[in-house]
């Protein structure tokens, strides 16, 4: 595999774990708020990093770290993650994903070989509103449903969350997703932050109480709703 950026010390980006994020380059959607858009579109101006190169620095992080988060992008996208993440099990690090869900397949077989500890999913909207916030007109949601069905029946830590963008996402919306996902263990709400980097200008988040109005909206659903990105 190739990468196209590290983090060297991530505090948040695996729960309750120190840890290093791997970024990959692209990405089949275009969800017009992404703040990745270097990455999903011109991968190919990003920073390159080799396989080598990622797992030569986490052999040096061994009793320093504790994980490793793969992420994007979208990581599924990619031929050889599972090779990948064998060598990164190897090094003795826990592994958290983070996916779009939109590779259920790749997903299940990473699941089965018991590569995965933790599952963060992105769930983008209300059903009704996913060609919309993907930017993919006509988007085929089966494998997103997919998808949430393996990391419900897979016996791994996950998590779904949602990126709330005020032109994008409403109380009706929220609701929706929490009927849709009823009974997950937890659903985090991540405030939408401009980084410079939009596909698509023009997008803003919601103020600290109008999240957590909509966290009061989604908690009868969830095991525990959590809040992003609020001060």
Not at 19 to 43: D, E, I, K, M, S
Not at 109 to 130: F, H, Q, T
Not at 163 to 172: K, N
Request: some cysteine; overall charge negative; aromatic content about 10%.
């Amino acid at each position: 595999m190739e990468f196209s950026g590290l983090q060297k010390l991530a505090m948040v980006d695996y729960p309750g774990k120190l840890a290093a994020t791997v970024f990959t380059g692209g990405c089949n959607l275009r969800c017009p708020f992404c703040h990745n858009a270097v990455l999903v579109l011109h991968p190919d101006q990003a920073e390159h990093l080799s396989e080598a190169d990622i797992l030569d620095f986490l052999s040096r992080r061994r009793g320093l770290l504790d994980g490793v988060v793969l992420s994007g992008g979208e990581p599924l996208l990619h031929d050889g993650t599972a090779d990948f993440l064998c060598q990164v099990r190897d090094l003795g690090f826990a592994v958290k994903l983070d996916t779009n869900g939109c590779f259920p397949d790749r997903l299940e077989a990473l699941l089965r070989d018991g590569l995965l500890d933790y599952v963060a999913m992105d769930i983008k909207n209300s059903p009704e509103k996913y060609p919309q916030t993907v930017g993919i007109p006509g988007f085929d949601l089966s494998p997103v449903q997919k998808s949430i069905d393996l990391l419900c029946d897979a016996g791994v830590e996950y998590e779904f969350r949602t990126t709330v963008v005020r032109q994008l996402h409403t109380a009706h919306d929220i609701l929706a997703i929490g009927r849709w996902l009823e009974g997950a263990p937890r659903y985090y709400l991540q405030n939408f932050v401009d980084s410079g980097s939009l596909i698509s200008p023009g997008f803003t988040g919601f103020t600290a109480e109008e999240l957590h109005g909509f966290q009061a909206l989604a908690r009868p659903f969830f095991g525990e709703v959590r809040l992003r990105g609020v001060e």
